[in-house]
Structures are given as structure tokens and as C-alpha cells.
């Protein structure tokens, strides 16, 4: 293939006319080219190097890499470094080789790391434990890039043996380690620095990011479907303000100063997690227009998604130059920034209207070991007339949760829920063979009747449950597992679900498909009285356990201060 | 050590006010603080990241590492990138141990390369060859950071089993290759890069520059004592009318182009070459200082010595963050840019006034093996009254030679030099033990009487010596035979002489002494009517047979435009 084109040069931070050979996937020769009124521009637009997504758990997609790739080369994106996290803490490394093998059939580039904390904590029943073996054995695969983000920041500052090793095993591969310390600092922060954790990707202030990145890090700017932070990490009056109190102004000459302003100290633009009724309209495409919005400097934007995370983790990727990989993207201009094409490997993958790569679909093993559910299952026993009880009070799309009480009628042995007071029953059913169930309380569902179940529940993805009336709850757990995981919503009016049959995280259908189907539950959700806007997401993050302060586990409630069970029902 | 300094971060472009603590070497805290009218900052000035010379060959300065070490810390410097390639076509692998046992006596971060090209070609005799195998042996080395500088760029271009083989090896201990392409563009270009070939410090353009960076080379602009090119690569005109060529303008917004005009593109600033008398006036700090004068961003031409080499080489250096090695300067400001004290490792090794360590003199053994030399062996033979011949032309300053021709007079059957012409001999005498001695004619010197000789002539360093009569040219050879090496001018009316007993190349003595008796060399010269600013490292290049056009070796009169012998006198 041979054409002319305007390269968006990341090297040298101009644009240039050249002609180009793409041969056998790599960029064979770039001529620089000058423009008369004679020369023919075979390229209407500006070609720029294909987007990397530094930091993404494809499985938040609920779509196989496969059908990743299909909606992610619509908006550009060519790469993807992905933390198979989910997955392992439901297969282990079987699930991640599926991914590495369900990866490699389409024309992407899709590269993974090793998951640090498999499982999150031992406070729930995960389907698999990645030890330090299991790290050694996936650091030393060319697919795995990075030891995956070490959420367990408290292992790594109290020194945890088995969470060190993990750290020294990437050392002694020289694989990158990604971090994940949210609102750490100080003194704790200079300890997990110690083991050479380079990234961040959850800072939730300029100062924490500021803090982090004068202490050396690489910090990832993160524009995800529930995690953003984007807009407090660009702004620009904390950015001068930092200056100014830092007494740069006055030390460093006024016009090296302004000059830096609007260029981003940050290294990267992720999105963490990516939902598909967000993917099917835009993806880092859209990130970066909106960096540029926010008043950065376009090209260092676009470098954020290139040459930044190609250069960090090593990737045959991030650029134009020639002996590169042959990924790249047509845009119409740099203002409206609209794709209009996809390269992978010299190959186009989409060419401004369909997709040009077929995806065949995945047998998917029944990753859900659990029995048929009753009613009983979900009742809380207290022998009296009323009791009070603890309650997990949760947040329209926030993962934090409160902790706050209620008292309960109790009829016939069973504390019933209050309706009135939006307390509603929270339970989380094991599915890897166990049949525990852990039943709770819960406020700020909203929800009237009926329930919704999940099998996507962080980190351990047992399935979780809320709703009124414990047959209704039996029956959408049921149906979960009749469907080999996904979601569901049972109510007397209408009920719904979306399979997920692969780990109970992933279907094969693709993102516009996947994302009406979600749609349609979220209107049915509304119509019950349900007040969140992503109930399955507010829902899946009820059992993360690390983030606090109230959660709960298919080992019971949770209390992610004092990081230990409480009882259900107050003393 | 505990402190309140105002510390330039590399990492966030700012400058903040902080209380340090340095223990054992490193940086154990950094807190920010609040500056208010009561807050006594310990430190007046900034702190910067200690200075890293990404590219030096040690040798040219005639110090010993250690000594070198002792003038660089007064100029902020206190790391080095070091490819030994002098002292390794001196003696091999056992010199550049040397070298780095000289170092690591003192306070100072020497990296070396492993010379990549020993000898630089087949037509001279060198001391050592390295061939892949001890290349091998020294990438191995923890002191090896890298491959140095790839100069057979014919032999990688034309795919030479031995150069590819070296190349290789790189790759397969992960230590990044450097480059030396002066001009090599084109496809020869991409040819060199496939190698993986990654920094030039060869640029003698702009253009030039601009095309290997677009190719993804990372460039180092030298501003050293015989290499120089910042001026043209910091040249803002060029800038502007390489993005106004391309188009650039038009295309990218342009307050965003606005914003980088004056942002460098290119990576490093480093010397390749420092002699003792630029030494002791300045050294990186003294290239920042231009770069800024020169219009570049002075944060930017910091990092370019600081954060960008220490990134690339992957050494503990270039940042002031917890944990790394307290490597740090004070300056004034940054505007003045004078170095007020440096630290290596927490120590403060220059205290604005003395360097505060001491350099244990070293023993050489010499590293000369010639016989003394009679007027006979310098003597050219003809059989006739006349004859024509191909004489050498040197212009001051530069690398390059020209090729030239005179009828010369014959006596005794002696080639007569003409001094009113100013042809003089020029002569190369093997130091290796073979005794060999070659003989021709150079123009340009101006010399009248006597004679002048050194054992520095690369790349093979045996010694070279220009002059008008062959009895003052084997005196000056014999005086520099005794010195084990050296400098020396020899002529009726006054004689003298610099000993570089180490390797020929290098002497105990401080860059002050070297430089004082250079200058006394240097006026001698002058005396003599020689026209050269630096008639010795002129001299030291007649003998460099990859720069055109006609050169010499021990093995004969060379011509570099056809890579070939020729006679001195034509038929």
C-alpha cells in the first residue's frame, strides 16, 4: 500500500505531507513530501498513530477482547493494555489464557498484566488464587507487559511476604508495575514507592496526583465509564495555583512559566473501565477531544494516547516512524477529530462505516457452581418483634458506601425490609461450589418491588442481589444461574436478564447488542422505583471490600474501616 | 543531613519549597512545605538534579576519571555516560578495566559503553580488537550501560556479519545502542535504524536532526570542544520554517503551535569531547546556560541533562524524589546559572570553592612500545631532481581534510618540504611494537622550524608528528617515546612537552595543570608560525581515517573518499 498523507508527527510535534509504503503490516518508508498545488493528497484528513489504552479491565465491557476490538477501532483505538483482574479472580489463569487466546483472533493489539491481587482480599470466596508462582509463570509470558495494578497498597506498606515477592518477581523480569493507591501519601506512599510502583490511575485531586508525581510517578489520567478524574486533574486554576503557592512564579522566568501551563504534567489518558453503552460513542477518541476541551494542548493529549504508554511499556506501537507497526488512525482535523478510518498493521480494520473483521463466538464453560436458590435463602432470622440492624447506605455511581442503621419489623421469625424508609435486602450467593449466602440490608436503591441480581460483583463476582421480597430475589438468582451469569431483573410485572455466560462477566454479542439490551434494564429498574442510574454497577461494587466502608461478601457484612465482619443485626 | 531548599522538580516543570532529608546516599523525605515570612529556607538558590553527560569519551579531556571527576563536580556535573574508545584501541578490554576501576574511586557516577568499533578500520594498527565476543563479556558488566556509538555505519548498512553480531548482542542484554551517522540519510538511513539503533549525536544540521527524529532516533546536541552543533539544532528560524514547510501551520491550532516553538525537540545536550582548558571554564552548565540564551525553554534544556538521559540509560539519576540517589547542585538562579555546590550520593563534594575529595595517583605502565626514531625513518625517497606529490590539506578546527598536490624539490635523494608553500611532513609511527613509520606531506600547519608530536591520534593512537626537518620530528617522537606518551614541541630555540603516561592519552595530573601547560604548548606552536588554534588535536584527527578526504595512518597515506591506500608520491 502506498499513499500520501499528513502525519500527526509525535516525534517532533508537527504535522508533515509525506508518502508512505505500508508493506507486510510495518510503515516500509516515509518520504517527507512538499506540497505544490499539483500534489495530490491521497488522504483527505491527518493520519496519526493508532490510540493505546494504557489501563482498561476489558471485562468492565462485558464483551470478549474480540468484540472489544470491533468497537474500540471505531474510535481509533489500536492497543490496550489489560488487567484480566476480573477474570483471574473467577478462572485464574485459565481464564486468562482464554483471554489471551480469545484476544489473538482479531487485528488488535491486545496486551495484558499479570493480575498483583487475586483475590482481593480473604475476607470472600473467589474462584481463584494467583500466588507468586502463578505471577512468576505469567511474568515470563510475552503477552503479559506489567504486573497488574497492586490495589493491596496495605500488603505492600506492612511489608505483606507473599505481595514482595510478587513485587520482586516483576523486578527480576523487568516488567513495569502498575500501582493503584488511592488517597495514599506521605510516609505510606514513600513505602510503596520503594517497590518501584511507577503507575497511578487513582488520584482523585491535583494535589494527590501532584504529590504523586513529584515523587516520581507516572500518572494516568482516567476518563472510564465510573472512574473519571479527568476534569480535577486538568484544571488549570489548581495547576496555577500550585505554581503560585509553590513560589515558581518569582524563581522560574515568567514566560518559561506560562509557557508550561497548558501542557499536561500527566503521562497518560485511560479509561480504567469502559461500559459498552458508553463504548458504541466513543472511547479515547472522545477523551482526548475532551482534554483539549478542557484546554490541553491537543497534540500532548494525543501524545497521552500514543507514544506516552508505547514508550512506558515497551509496545511496537505509539508512532509513525518507519520499521512501526503499520496502526493507524484517520481523523478529519484536529478540532472536530472525528475518525474516519482504522489501520492495524497496514490492515484497514474499519473504514468510517463497518468494521472489517469477522469475530467468531466463544463456547463458554458454565463458570457458575451453585444450587437452585428458595426464598429461605434470603431471610434474616432474629427471634423478637422488631430489631435494629446495620445497613450498607449506598450512592448514585459512587463505589464509597456509608454506614447507618435501622430497625426492622420482624414477622413470623423473618426481619422484614422497610419500603418506606428505601431499606431494601442486599444479598451476595457463592458460585464456585460452596452455596454460602450472605444476607444483609441496604439503603438508596429506590427500588419498590421486585429485584435485581448481578454475577458482576468486584471483586470476587459471586452473584449479588437486592430487592424487596426474598421469592423474587430466589427467582432472579435462579435465573442468573440458569443463564450462566449476567444480569437479571424479576418483578411481578416483567421480567428480564442479560446472559453472561462467559465467567459470568462476558457475552459474545457486541456492543450495540449488549448495550439496548442494558437499556432495556435500565428503564425496567426505573419503572420499579430504582433511583441509580447503573443499579448493576452501584450493585457490583457492593462487595468490593476494599473500598469502604460498609460492603458485603458472601461471608457476610463487611465493615471496610476496622476491615473485619460485623453482624447483620445489632446487639 | 536535614534541610529547607527550594528544589526545581523535573517532573512537574515547577519549582517548590520543601524540607529534605538525606540519608545514606539517598533522598529519604521530601515534604513540601508553606513558605511564610518566618520560614528560614536553609539553602539560598535552587537545587537541581546533579547534571548527567549522556555522551563523553573521558580520554579527550587527558584526565584520569578520577580527575575528571574533580573538575566536572565544580560545573554541577555528576554523572557521565562514558564510551571508552580511545583507551580500548589502546588496550582493550584491560584499559577500559582501568577506567573503570579509576572511577569508582571517587565520589562521582561514571556509566561507560562498550565500545562498539575497535579498531575503527583495517588499514591501521591499533593496540586491541574487540571483537563480538568481548563485547559480549563487557555488556555482561553492570558498569556497561550501553553499546557505544555504532560509527561503522558502512559495515551495519552493508550488514557486516561481526557489526550485526555486536548489534545483537545489545538487544539480547537489553542495553540500548548508541549511533554515530553524520549524513547518513535515505534508505541508509533506515537501514542503520532496523539495528534498533536509537540515539545520534552526529547531526550537523537541522534538517539532518529533524529526519532522524522523525525516524524516532533520540538526538544529543553537542556542545563540546571540538564537536559542536547547538547553535544549528536550537536554531528557532529553522524551527518555525520546518513547521511552516510541513505544513504545519494550517493544520494544527495555532496557539497550540505558538506554545512549542520554543520547547526543544530534540533529548539531550551532551559534550562527546571536553579538553582541559573548556574544563575549567564550564561544562553542562555552561551548555544550559547557551541553550536558554539560545531561546530554549531553560526547564526543558535541564532535563535534557537531567531526567531525559537518566530515563533513557536507565540509571539512578536525574530527579530529586524520595529514594533516588542524592545527587544534587545549588545554583543562584536561573537566570545567572552559576553552581554554588554540588553533591554526589548526600556528600557535598565542591563547596563553591575546593573539591572536597582526593584522586590517588595512578601508576601507568607504558603503554608505548617503539623503538627511537632517527631523521632516516622520517625521510621521504625519490630517484630524480623533483617530484610531484599528494599532500594532506587541514583546515583549522575542523575533521575534515582535503586532498591536494605540489612539486617538491629532491636532495640526496630526500623529498624536500617547501616552507614557503608551508608543505611539511606529516608522519605516523606505530606504538604497537611493529615500528613501522609512514611518511607524507600536509598543508595547512604553518609551521617554520621544528617540529610538533603527540600520541593522541585517533582512533588508533600510535603517534603522529608534523614538522620541517626530520631530525627535529625524531626528537620530538623520541622526547614523547620517553614520556610514555604525550605532547611535545621540539625546535632550536626552545622544546617542551605534556606527559600522558596513561595509555598515551591521559595524565595524573588536574585539569587546571593540563591546562596551563596546553596554553604554554599552544604559544610555543604559535612561535613556531603555526596557524592553528589547537594544532594538537588537529593533528589528533589527520590521523581519523573514516572523516574524508586524505588522511594517514601507520600503514600509509589514506584516502577516505575511496577507503583506500595511495601513494604519497603520484606516478
Known sequence: MKFTAYILDVMTDSVYPARITVDEGVFKDITPIHVTEETKIDVEGLILP???????????????????????????????????????????????????????????????????CVPATSFETSGAILNSDDIEFLLQKDEIVALGEMMNFPGVINGDDEVLRKLELARKYKKPIDGHAPLVSGEDLDKYLEQCIVTDHECSNFQEAIEKKQKGMK?????????????????????????????????????????????????FIVSDDKHPNDLIHGYLDKSVKKAADLGIDIIKAIEMVTINPATHYGLDAGSIVIGAKADFVVIDNLEDFNILKTYVAGECVFDGENVLFDVTEVEAENSIDATKKTAEDFEVYFDGDECEVNVIECYNGELLTGKTTATLNVKDGKVQPDIYEDILKISVVERYGGNSVANAFIKGFGLKKGAIASSVAHDSHNIIVVG????????????????????????????????????????????????????????????????????????????????????????????????????????
Open 219 to 267: 500518572i494516568m489520567v482516567r476518563d472510564g465509564s465510573s472512574a473519571k478524574n479527568m476534569e480535577a486533574l486538568f484544571d488549570f486554576s489548581e495547576r496555577i495555583e500550585h505554581l503560585k503557592n509553590q513560589d515558581s512564579f518569582g524563581i522560574i522566568p515568567t514566560e518559561v512559566l506560562e509557557r508550561r501551563i497548558y501542557s499536561p504534567i500527566f503521562d
Open 468 to 571: 424487596y421480597c426474598a421469592e423474587t430475589m430466589a427467582e432472579a438468582v435462579n435465573e442468573i444461574i440458569d443463564n450462566k451469569g449476567g444480569f437479571a431483573i424479576v418483578s411481578e410485572d416483567f421480567s428480564d436478564s442479560l446472559s453472561l455466560p462467559i465467567a459470568g462477566l462476558m457475552t459474545n454479542e457486541d456492543a450495540y447488542v449488549v448495550a439496548k439490551k442494558l437499556d432495556v434494564l435500565h428503564r425496567m429498574s426505573s419503572a420499579l422505583g430504582c433511583k441509580l442510574d447503573s443499579p448493576f454497577m452501584t450493585m457490583a461494587f457492593m462487595a468490593l471490600l476494599v473500598i469502604p466502608s460498609l460492603k458485603i461478601s458472601d461471608l457476610g457484612l463487611f465493615d471496610g474501616d476496622n476491615f473485619e465482619f460485623i453482624d447483620v443485626i445489632k446487639n
Open 50 to 116: 493508532g490510540f493505546i489504552d494504557a489501563h482498561i479491565h476489558i471485562e468492565s465491557s462485558m464483551l470478549t477482547p474480540a468484540q472489544f476490538a470491533k468497537i474500540a477501532v471505531r474510535h481509533g483505538t489500536t492497543s490496550v493494555v489489560s488487567d484480566p483482574h476480573e477474570i483471574a479472580n473467577v478462572c485464574g489463569i485459565e481464564g486468562i489464557d482464554f483471554m489471551i487466546e480469545n484476544a489473538s483472533q482479531v487485528p488488535f493489539n491486545f496486551y495484558f498484566t499479570a493480575p498483583s
